[in-house]
């Protein structure tokens, strides 16, 4: 009997705390402030609210912020009216703390961004000219070229029947990490992302993500690492069509007889990405 009374007694306590982070939104109550409020340690209140519902009180609010920012969006409330009404700092805070799982709905990337509203920035790089274009849940778009307005047009060809707003301070942050990488600041780029993509797309991809900095692959051991040893012009494929450069890295791929082969933004910021690759590990080994 006691244990099912600590069992309701549990239950009680975390729909009290769910109620309590209702109320308080937009504000998020940090943990000590809820330990203080149900006089329960932080480490006992985070394992208990877990438990019982999968993601942590912080993680809670953070979804209760994002749901209000759809609903207001969807009523017809401005971009930049919703992000700060809900309690958003900035819209960089948006992204920051959206889903980071791949997965824009198939149906949505085949009405072209239909009902989304994409946020992009566009900035100088070392390989030219560099767009991020994010949403909610990621970035959906970076590519990288000579011209800002052919990438900008890219994306509104892409995703001709979205809401694309330009947002350089907001993608700002994300383009701050990509050009950090690019100039050996950063190590890797682990971003959050929001790709339609296939089955057999997403295998390639998480494989190029799992190839180590300065190491290269053919088409033919992707196709092997992944089960499908005979899948060479697939693999090729699904590289051609990554829409993310750098975060999904298919400059890694080569040819068989070790030439560089194609890529999606110019063969020579290709060669460019493997050379400076090639010198991280040089200087670090």
Not at 86 to 96: I, K
Not at 133 to 159: N, W, Y
Request: one cysteine or more; hydrophobic letters at 40%; glycine letters at 8%.
């Amino acid at each position: 009997m006691k244990g099912q009374r600590d069992m309701a007694n549990d239950r009680d306590l975390v729909a009290r705390i769910c109620a309590y982070l209702q109320e308080a939104h937009p504000q998020s109550p940090r943990l000590g402030d809820l330990s203080r409020e149900f006089h329960i340690s932080p480490y006992h209140l985070q394992r208990l609210f877990k438990a019982a519902t999968g993601v942590s009180p912080r993680e809670f609010a953070a979804s209760l912020r994002l749901e209000d920012f759809k609903t207001r969006v969807q009523a017809g409330e401005g971009i930049t009216d919703a992000i700060y009404s809900v309690g958003y700092s900035s819209s960089s805070r948006l992204y920051e703390n959206s889903d980071e799982k791949l997965g824009m709905a198939p149906s949505t990337y085949r009405k072209r961004g239909q009902g989304m509203t994409i946020f992009y920035s566009v900035a100088p790089c070392p390989l030219g000219q560099l767009l991020v274009a994010v949403t909610e849940r990621g970035i959906c778009k970076l590519s990288l070229g000579d011209q800002s307005e052919e990438l900008v047009a890219d994306l509104a060809r892409e995703f001709e029947r979205a809401e694309r707003l330009r947002d350089d301070e907001g993608v700002g942050y994300w383009v701050g990490k990509v050009i950090a990488y690019l100039e050996g600041w950063q190590p890797d780029l682990d971003l959050p992302l929001d790709l339609r993509a296939t089955a057999f797309q997403l295998k390639v991809w998480k494989q190029l993500q799992a190839i180590p900095v300065g190491e290269t692959r053919t088409y033919s051991e992707v196709a092997a690492a992944i089960g499908q040893p005979t899948a060479s012009r697939a693999v090729a494929n699904a590289c051609a069509g990554n829409p993310v450069a750098l975060v999904i890295p298919c400059h890694r791929i080569i040819r068989k007889d070790k030439s560089l082969g194609g890529y999606r933004w110019g063969i020579e910021r290709k060669r460019a990405l493997l050379a400076r690759e090639q010198r991280l590990v040089d200087e670090t080994s």
